[in-house]
């Protein structure tokens, strides 16, 4: 079973990988069996821990390669896995663009436009402040941990990210080819774009209502149409998250883990410090905690094992709209920033411990002076950090050679190499974060609507 067909085509060479595909199937038919017993979010969580079993399973059978991408079969079942898991994936970056440039649409020529400035500035304001926030609690535990005094990290091939410059950044969130944008995924762009035209129609509105009412009532019905193809492959969600969950453990090995272990936990460590302060924002405006999280579960679920911000879009929309009463327009247009930019976990969080980490390795002396720097590089490094996997890595490289450290890039070889691992709890803090920073605008636009009213 060497030859081509086999090997290029099928990718099956190996009886173990014709097991574990049909091992998959089998778990797909048994989560359809008990779909019907338990709630969507812990069939999620259910799924969690079964593509967790699955992973440690194929770490188990190939006797836990120190480099399982060398194990031919391993990368066979990686690849089959993927069709499942990233197809799902694929499928809702597929609406993502529809929904944010409709939706803003929609948002921009229903809203007075009082409110549509205080939308746009309060939401940039809780990017940055959260973003430097999370970076302020990377900095502390990556001091706590004494990241990069106690460990030997080999070098590496990766090269430091291409840096573009502050002023050509911000020129690339403007929409010079709006289905460029599209393409690219660059969220800014688009919300700009669509935001050009929903004032265009809340002007033209005044004066020709009669001609451009049909394109009002045609965006009203696509932004209805979307949404309904959004909860058709929301239901995929369990499915999904299976072959997910089992590839990051299986193509990452076990050993890979243990040399960076005490940076695995510092990271997991400062998102769930993060994490209790989103929080703690969130009781101060009312919010109760626990019914925050049992509400939003779905899209922290989603984020956590897909690595993307942008792929869960479309349900982080539909858990603030549906279980947290959040306006649409609010929920769309804010979430859609947060794609590409003020993420805490990736743009905040991650590049200050690696930071620190690298600044301990070389031996740069950490005054006062150096941490304003860090914190200040970090947040304005945050704006246009695409919300897919692998913007971490870029983030970093700004960061690092922003503060005079980029020459040392390949001594990190060793985290990025587990990047997966630590991406899992990177997203879902910055999906926490966008969603934070959702419900806080809201809440804010809400109450001086209401004092308005009064």
């Not at 004066?207 to 009532?217: E, G, H, N, R, S």
């Amino acid at each position: 079973m060497s030859n081509t067909f086999f090997s290029q085509f099928l990718m099956m060479t190996n009886i173990k990988t014709v097991l574990m595909v049909v091992a998959l199937l089998g778990l797909f038919f048994i989560t359809n069996k008990i779909s019907k017993k338990f709630k969507f979010t812990n069939l999620m969580i259910i799924s969690i821990f079964i593509g967790i079993g699955l992973g440690v399973i194929i770490q188990v059978i190939g006797k836990f390669p120190s480099d399982p991408s060398k194990v031919p079969w391993i990368n066979e079942v990686s690849t089959w896995y993927g069709l499942f898991g990233n197809g799902f994936m694929d499928l809702l970056k597929m609406i993502v663009m529809p929904l944010i440039f409709t939706s803003i649409i929609r948002v921009i020529m229903n809203m007075k436009e009082d409110n549509l400035n205080k939308l746009t500035f309060r939401t940039m304001g809780m990017f940055f402040a959260t973003t430097a926030i999370a970076a302020v609690i990377g900095i502390i535990v990556a001091n706590i941990f004494k990241l990069g005094m106690n460990i030997d990290l080999v070098n590496s091939t990766e090269e430091i990210r291409e840096i573009t410059s502050l002023p050509d950044t911000l020129r690339g969130l403007l929409p010079a080819n709006p289905v460029q944008a599209m393409v690219d995924g660059n969220t800014v762009a688009v919300v700009i774009f669509a935001g050009f035209i929903g004032l265009a129609i809340k002007r033209l509105s005044k004066k020709y209502l009669d001609i451009i009412k049909p394109f009002m009532d045609f965006i009203e019905g696509f932004y209805k149409i979307i949404v309904s193809v959004s909860i058709t492959v929301i239901k995929m969600m369990p499915y999904a998250v299976i072959p997910l969950m089992a590839n990051t453990i299986a193509s990452r090995g076990i050993s890979s883990l243990l040399d960076v272990v005490d940076f695995i936990i510092a990271l997991y460590l400062s998102v769930i410090f993060m994490f209790s302060v989103h929080l703690l924002i969130l009781w101060f405006r009312g919010v109760n905690p626990i019914t925050y999280i049992k509400s939003v579960s779905k899209a922290l679920i989603l984020a956590f094992t897909s690595r993307s911000s942008l792929g869960t879009l479309p349900v982080t929309v539909e858990v603030l709209t549906e279980n947290m009463d959040v306006d649409s327009g609010t929920a769309s247009f804010v979430t859609s920033l947060g794609s590409n930019m003020g993420m805490n976990g990736c743009a905040g969080v991650y590049p200050a411990l690696v930071g620190i980490m690298l600044a301990n390795m070389i031996g740069i002396e950490m005054n006062f002076t150096f941490y304003v720097m860090l914190i200040i590089v970090i947040t304005i490094s945050s704006l246009g950090i695409a919300g897919i996997p692998g913007s971490a890595t870029m983030s970093v490289s700004v960061v690092i050679s922003g503060m005079g450290m980029g020459a040392y890039f390949p001594l990190v070889g060793a985290i990025l190499a587990i990047d997966p691992i630590l991406d899992m709890a990177r997203t879902m803090l910055n999906v926490n974060g966008t969603m934070t920073a959702s419900l806080v605008v809201d809440k804010s636009i809400k109450r001086k609507e209401e004092k308005i009213a009064a």
